[in-house]
């Protein structure tokens, strides 16, 4: 699919869809709790059906009911056949469900598509591998079998916070108690207290001792019968930027404030820059200011750099991106993406060794963009439409499935002044 989109300032209003990365966290507790519940989630992406998918296969079932709501019946796998997990690009999807399989004792088979195989996996996998499972990669199919054991888990804290998320929900399951330790600076931490308050929610408990998860085994979960997923700061990124780049604004509406989402540091991210932020009740109406360069460190927001990049270039200056080097190892190399989108329209950007240097002008020019399958990509090619003198066309534009599958719904209902 092909986007081709005129330049200009946008206006109007928008709701998120519901959060990817709590949606991920309340399925699996759902899916292992002892009782069946619903789960209000506003938006299915692909790689939430993905999680979904994953689940169905270790036994769990889940039924879409009226609207956004979903029946979740739990279960766990039963019999010694391979159990196929079909996890698309995502890295939440096997990362979490790589331990937690284990945990069950399950054979599977993990398929990958995209550039998820060549992602880091190996300082799980070895973990993993020291506690009694055996793991091989054939291709794009990951292959485990056998039983976790409990014992001391040592993870570098600088890879993935996903790597300790996945511990986090297995461990548990586990016949004896287990321990956690990090090595290093924890990066993307948000994402891990999100995985402790999913966890707590649904009966599991566990104490945290500097830098090191102590884990008591032989628990079992237990969620409430209704849970709602809260909304997505990661996507609201875009229409809060959109929004700094408007003489008249974006108001996006029903954004929790308190939301241990990390992303939700767009709002500090986006002041800094002089964009004026008015909140009422839940909803955000974000403008244009008078916009300075910044230095941005990226280490905790690493999926706001695409869509923070473009935003930069309506400060006039060079603004630096710093502590971003993870980025080469996503859908896309988002370094290299993300200087290609900007240079595409006319802007100036260069890669440094772990980030980027936006040069600013305050205008980008006309062009094609290729987000090469990334959904974040896509997503702030559209942002730096408002930027442009021309018109931006997006190829592949149907990559945002993976994460905002409305995305172009709700851009095109923006107004171009």
């Not at 993905?50 to 956004?68: I, P, V, W, Y």
């Not at 600076?185 to 994402?191: G, K, T, V």
């Not at 009966?203 to 709602?228: C, K, M, W």
Request: one cysteine or more.
């Amino acid at each position: 699919m092909i986007k081709t989109l005129q330049g200009g300032m946008r206006t109007g209003a928008v709701a998120i869809p519901a959060s990817k990365s709590f949606a991920h966290r309340i399925l699996i507790c759902a899916a292992l709790s002892d009782e069946a519940s619903t789960v209000s989630c506003d938006g299915i992406s692909k790689d939430i059906a993905a999680t979904m998918k994953c689940l169905s296969a270790l036994g769990a079932n889940f039924e879409q009911k009226d609207g956004n709501t979903i029946l979740v019946t739990p279960g766990r796998p039963d019999g010694p056949e391979t159990r196929h997990m079909y996890c698309g690009e995502s890295g939440s999807t096997l990362r979490f469900l790589l331990p937690l399989s284990a945990a069950l004792g399950a054979d599977v088979e993990f398929h990958m598509e995209g550039l998820l195989s060549k992602r880091p996996h190996k300082e799980l996998i070895e973990q993993l591998e020291l506690h009694g499972v055996r793991i091989c990669q054939e291709g794009d199919i990951l292959k485990c079998k056998g039983q976790l054991a409990p014992g001391e888990y040592v993870i570098p804290g600088g890879v993935s916070s996903q790597f300790i998320s996945g511990l986090l929900f297995a461990l548990p399951l586990l016949a004896g108690e287990s321990r956690i330790r990090i090595v290093g600076r924890m990066e993307s931490a948000a994402y891990v207290t999100m995985t402790e308050q999913a966890i707590k929610k649904a009966g599991i408990t566990f104490v945290r001792e500097g830098d090191t998860y102590i884990v008591p085994g032989n628990q079992r979960y237990h969620v409430s019968a209704a849970l709602t997923v809260e909304r997505d700061w990661s996507n609201a990124a875009f229409f809060l930027c959109l929004g700094g780049l408007s003489e008249k604004g974006v108001l996006v509406r029903g954004m929790d404030p308190e939301s241990s989402q990390g992303d939700r540091k767009i709002i500090d991210v986006i002041r800094g820059f002089g964009a004026s932020v008015e909140y009422t009740n839940g909803d955000y109406l974000v403008k244009k200011g008078n916009m300075v360069p910044q230095v941005i460190d990226a280490s905790e927001i690493p999926d706001l750099v695409p869509v923070i990049s473009v935003f930069a270039l309506g400060a006039v200056g060079d603004t630096k991106i710093v502590n971003a080097a993870r980025l080469r190892f996503k859908e896309s190399d988002r370094l290299q993406s993300t200087a290609a989108l900007i240079n595409a329209l006319g802007g100036k950007a260069e890669e440094t060794e772990d980030g980027l240097v936006i040069h600013g002008t305050g205008a980008l020019r006309d062009g094609t963009v290729d987000p090469v399958n990334d959904h974040r990509i896509a997503m702030a090619a559209a942002v730096a439409a408002s930027l442009c003198d021309g018109t931006v066309t997006v190829t592949d534009a149907e990559c945002v499935q993976k994460s905002y599958p409305a995305f172009w719904d709700d851009f095109g209902s923006m107004e171009v002044m």
